[in-house]
């Protein structure tokens, strides 16, 4: 069934019918799908970003517990220095990268500078992942002790701070920043490689409009489709944290929600040279450019569980 859909939506030619999509821009459709979740007042989020947690308008899929969505509590100028963050800082050595393996960015030189500097867009629209904290395997599926990078300490606050507003008790320790492009797709699987399983995972999207697909525990139950537009959050906690999801589609639906901001709105002042190139339109045109043609989507996990210090290792797990 999940297959089935996905191909659906994934179709270009016919094109997919959309009015089965839940769109959270329309909350009064979604009365019999959704409850509202309570949000607590948090503090200081204006240096990651975010609107005041009281204006928060946040959701549980009532067909899938632990689903949370939460409406773009981004404020423009914070999608833009995520925006910046992911693409400029976050793809940088030692963090990894796709491309690491085929040695297109020379040594000593970073992806996006590259980019920029050669106007090489081709090489801009070959990345598509960067994993950061515990490095994902994408073979073994397995998180090592030895495969670890530091984790962007700005990343970790944004986490906790959303966590905390849905009560939840949460470290970022690892994440995966996805890079989608208008005909990119990611198939429906499971995030089952963490030790610590009981808690959420985060997902902060920036850029394009993406269809996303949340399922069940098996492929054979039939996932509901959601809009996730740009500023969006998703949290999956409790029973949707092991169900199936994909994205099948990425829609050019953008009202460019980055464009407009009051430039008073952001303090970090770890980050000076990122809000600078927030706020000069000149410095900010490349990564509006790249936003304009594709889709951002960093998914932070916990990988230990409480109290725990490190991973350990098979020899170590056997004892």
Known sequence: MFKDVF??????????????????????????KIKRVTIKDIHDLKNYGLQPAKTWEAYELIEHPGLIFIKNPFSSIGQRYWTVRCLQDYTKRPNKTNLDSFKLVPEGKEWWDVCQNNHDKLLLNKLRWVTLGYHHDWDTKIYSEDNKGEFPKDLSELSRHVAQALDFNFNAEAAIVNFYHMDSTLSGHTDHSEQNLEAPLLSFSFGQTAIFLLGGKTKEDAPTAVFIRSGDIVVMSQDSRLCYHGVPKILQMDSRFWD???????????????????????????????????????????????????????????K
């Open 7 to 32: 191909r659906y939506y994934k179709s270009r030619n016919p094109p997919p019918e959309l009015t089965k999509v839940l769109d959270f821009d329309n909350v009064d459709t979604l009365e019999s």
């Open 260 to 318: 407009c901001f009051n430039q008073n709105n952001l303090v970090n002042k770890e980050f000076r040279e990122v809000v600078h190139i927030c706020k000069e339109e000149t410095l900010w045109k490349p990564f509006a450019d790249y936003l304009n043609s594709s889709r951002i989507n960093v998914n932070v996990r916990q990988v230990l569980k409480r109290g725990q210090k490190r991973l350990c290792s098979e020899s170590e797990d056997k």
